[in-house]
């Protein structure tokens, strides 16, 4: 590694380099200097320092499937190619019974987790959700319910009347599991004011999560990048997360989410590549040092891109999915029908040199279909 980092003609970019490999925090100011001064391959190098002191050489995907119980919202975010008003028509919402009957489908098979997110509906509260939450378990009590996102809890809680530690013990009680990471989008306020006014600000979203992790609810954590934020933005939002995780360690994984133009208001903005991709994964998982895991989250970014990502910092690929969700083909993802077998989200582990894990939710591994040591790994040889 010595010899490596001798070759870094630049010295600010070596002396960050021997902090990542000597296992010192960098600063923000360093983070940004990765960001505009170090090329894709050195990012490859230092990330998967990283990622291998965090995850060894396993990589991790999940049985699961979304419930999105509609897409009506009381907010516009600009950037949201998902949501309609109320009455529009193209709005949907389930009924608790069509829920579970989404539920149902996956009675024979070894899903471990329903993730639930979807639009702030105007009419529902905590306990509306709660009780659909009660139900879903009293079918499948050992199915992990990883749902709501801060924004529709800050909204659920706020109509029920609760504070937000009193509506999160509830929610616990229904049966609430964990957390997902949405509605983070980028932190900085002046940012969040153009692309996302209405909703919940930076510091309500960062006090959900925090007062979840002191009940001992786990989360993760979201950013919407390549719209108009830059990389100081980036680094000032994964410096927010990283402080909060410091506090309390109750973050699970990272995930980015790369801005999709399809059918939003924010379209003639583009799309940035699959560089600037590969470098945000790779700045993540080194400067989010003490989160534990780094997902690609495959319906948005796509399957080879996601591979590619695990050779960039990401290690875990989200999971099955079973073409339940619709947020990221309706913004234009590729993958229009989102579903993957354990047989092909292995294989693309193992092609990039990794041993595939299948966890649960808090990422406690349930099998190694390779082994532990990748020792079945044939499909390294094949095409
Ligand atoms: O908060 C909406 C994003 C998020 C677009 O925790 C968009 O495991 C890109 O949070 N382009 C919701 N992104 C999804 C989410 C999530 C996804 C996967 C895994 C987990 C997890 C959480 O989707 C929203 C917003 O940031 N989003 N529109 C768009 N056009
Ligand atoms: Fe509503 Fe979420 Fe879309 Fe914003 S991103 S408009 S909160 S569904």
Redesign the pocket.
């Known amino acids: 590694m010595n010899d490596l980092l001798n070759h870094i003609a630049d010295k600010d970019l070596r002396l960050i380099a021997e902090k990542i490999s000597g296992n010192v925090r960098i600063t923000p100011e360093d983070g940004l200097y990765l960001f505009n001064k170090a090329d894709l391959s050195l990012l490859g190098v230092l990330a998967g320092i990283s990622r291998k002191k965090h995850n060894g050489n396993f990589a991790y995907f999940n049985h699961n499937f979304h419930i999105e119980p509609t897409n009506k919202c009381i907010y516009n975010?600009r950037?949201?190619?998902?949501h309609k008003p109320d009455g529009d028509p193209e709005s949907w919402e389930y009924s608790h019974d069509e829920m579970l009957d989404i539920v149902k489908r996956f009675d024979n098979k070894p899903v471990t987790e329903v993730?639930i997110?979807g639009g702030v509906h105007p009419a529902y509260d905590l306990h509306y959700w709660g009780s659909l939450i009660g139900k879903i378990k009293a079918h499948r009590p050992h199915l992990h319910v990883?749902a709501f996102?801060a924004?529709e809890l800050d909204y659920m809680i706020n109509k029920a009347g609760l504070t937000i530690e009193d509506g999160l013990n509830r929610l616990k009680e229904y049966g609430l599991d964990s957390?997902?990471?949405?509605?983070?989008?980028i932190f900085d306020e002046t940012l969040r004011k153009l692309i996302c006014d209405e909703k919940s600000s930076s510091e309500l979203w960062l006090t959900i999560h925090e007062t979840a992790h002191r009940l001992g609810i786990s989360?993760?954590a979201?950013m919407?990048y390549g719209h108009i934020e830059n990389y100081n933005h980036r680094i000032d939002h994964m410096e927010r997360l990283r402080k909060l995780q410091d506090k309390t360690g109750g973050f699970n994984?990272f995930?980015p989410?790369?801005?999709?133009?399809?059918n939003?208001s924010?379209s003639y903005l583009g799309e940035v590549n699959l560089i600037e991709d590969l470098k945000n994964y790779a700045v993540s998982r080194i400067y989010l040092d003490n989160f534990p895991h780094i997902?690609a989250?495959w319906?948005?970014i796509g399957k080879e891109s996601a591979q590619l990502s695990l050779s960039f910092g990401a290690d875990d690929m989200?999971g099955t999915i079973d073409d339940t969700t619709r947020?990221?083909s309706m913004?234009?993802s590729k993958e229009e029908k989102p579903a993957m077998t354990t047989e092909e989200i292995c294989q693309l582990i193992r092609q990039a040199g990794l041993i595939p894990v299948e966890r649960d939710s808090l990422y406690n591994p349930i099998s190694y279909p390779s082994g532990p040591s990748g020792e079945a790994s044939g499909e390294l040889k094949e095409k």
């Not at 950037?79 to 998902?82: D, L």
């Open positions: 975010c950037f949201c190619s998902y993730h997110v990883k996102s924004i957390i997902p990471g949405g509605g983070a989008e989360s993760n979201t919407l994984s995930i989410l790369k801005y999709k133009k399809t939003n924010m997902k989250y319906p948005m989200d947020i990221y913004a234009g």
